[in-house]
C-alpha cells in the first residue's frame, strides 16, 4: 500500500482494472485507488514496471498488450478471478509518438499505430469490462481522453487528437447505453500533465512546450497526482449521478479566451 494516508476511504473491497499502470497517470492512479481502499490490478506492457506498481499498491500485475483481444479479455478475466469482481475500469493506456504530427507529415502507418493504442484498446477493454459490470449490475469505467478532443490546436497530433475524439464520443454513447443497469461510463479528459510522455515529447520541441503551456490559465501543467484524484472521484459513489460526461480536468484551458500575461 501506498505510504501516503488516504484523504479517503471510497473504494475499499472494489476491483480496479488500470491500463498503463506502469507510470504518470496510471501509476498516480493505482497508488490512489489503493490508498482508497481498492484491489488494484495493474496492467502494463513493460513487466518491470507493471510489477513495481503491483508490488507497491499491494495489488495484481498483468501483463497486457491493450491492443490484443486475447490479452485484454484475460485481464479482466483474471481481475475477476482473483477479488470476484470488476467494479473500476480505468482504460489509460496510450501513446503520443513524434511521427504523429501535422496532418501534413503523419504517414498511415503512424496513424494506425496511434488509432489502435489509444482507441481500439478503450473499445477492447470496455467490451471486456462490461459483462462483468452487467452481472454485477454496477460498474464504473473511466476512459482516458484528453482536452483535445473538445479543442483544436495549431500545433497539431493528428491521430492523438482524433482518437480522444473518439474516446470522447464512444464514452458518451456507453453511458447513455448502459445507464440504467447501474454502470457509468465517463471520459476524463486532462490538459497536459507532467508525466514522462510529455516531458519526451516537449523535450525535443521546447518552443512547442512554451507555446503551450503560455495557454493554460493555471500557469503550469497538471501533476499526475491531481488527474488520479479526478478518476478516483468519478470510481466512487460521490460520483453516482455523473455518467455519460467529458470530465475536463485542464487547469481552465477550454474555458479561455485569453490568459493572463
Not at 460520483?239 to 460526461?245: C, L, P, Q
Amino acid at each position: 500500500m501506498p505510504e501516503e494516508t488516504a484523504v479517503c476511504r471510497r473504494l475499499v473491497g472494489r476491483t480496479a482494472v488500470v491500463t498503463g499502470a506502469g507510470s504518470g497517470i496510471g501509476l498516480a492512479t493505482a497508488r490512489r485507488l489503493a490508498s482508497e481502499g481498492a484491489h488494484v490490478v495493474c496492467a502494463d506492457i513493460d513487466a518491470e514496471r507493471g510489477r513495481a506498481a503491483a508490488e507497491e499498491t499491494g495489488g495484481l500485475y498483468v501483463a497486457a498488450d491493450v491492443t490484443d483481444p486475447d490479452q485484454v479479455e484475460t485481464l479482466f478475466r483474471t481481475a475477476d478471478d482473483t477479488y470476484d469482481s470488476v467494479d473500476i475500469a480505468f482504460n489509460n493506456a496510450g501513446i503520443s509518438p513524434p511521427d504523429d504530427d501535422s496532418i501534413l507529415t503523419t504517414e498511415l502507418d503512424a496513424w494506425r499505430r496511434v488509432q489502435e493504442v489509444n482507441l481500439t484498446s478503450v473499445y477492447l477493454c470496455c467490451k471486456a469490462a462490461l459483462p462483468y459490470m452487467r452481472r454485477q449490475g454496477k460498474g464504473s469505467i473511466i476512459n482516458t481522453a484528453s482536452f483535445v478532443a473538445v479543442m483544436g490546436a495549431a500545433t497539431s497530433q493528428i491521430s492523438y487528437t482524433a482518437s480522444k475524439g473518439g474516446v470522447l464520443a464512444m464514452s458518451r454513447e456507453l453511458g447513455v447505453q448502459f445507464a440504467r443497469e447501474g454502470i457509468r461510463v465517463n471520459a476524463l479528459c486532462p490538459g497536459p500533465v507532467n508525466t514522462p510522455l510529455l516531458t519526451e515529447l516537449f523535450a525535443k520541441d521546447p518552443e512547442r512546450a512554451a507555446r503551450r503551456l503560455v495557454h493554460i490559465p493555471a500557469g503550469r501543467f497538471a501533476e499526475a497526482e491531481e488527474i488520479a484524484a479526478a478518476v478516483a472521484f468519478l470510481a466512487s459513489d460521490d460520483a453516482s449521478f455523473v455518467n455519460a460526461a467529458e470530465f475536463l480536468v485542464d487547469g481552465g484551458i477550454a474555458g479561455a479566451y485569453v490568459t493572463p500575461l
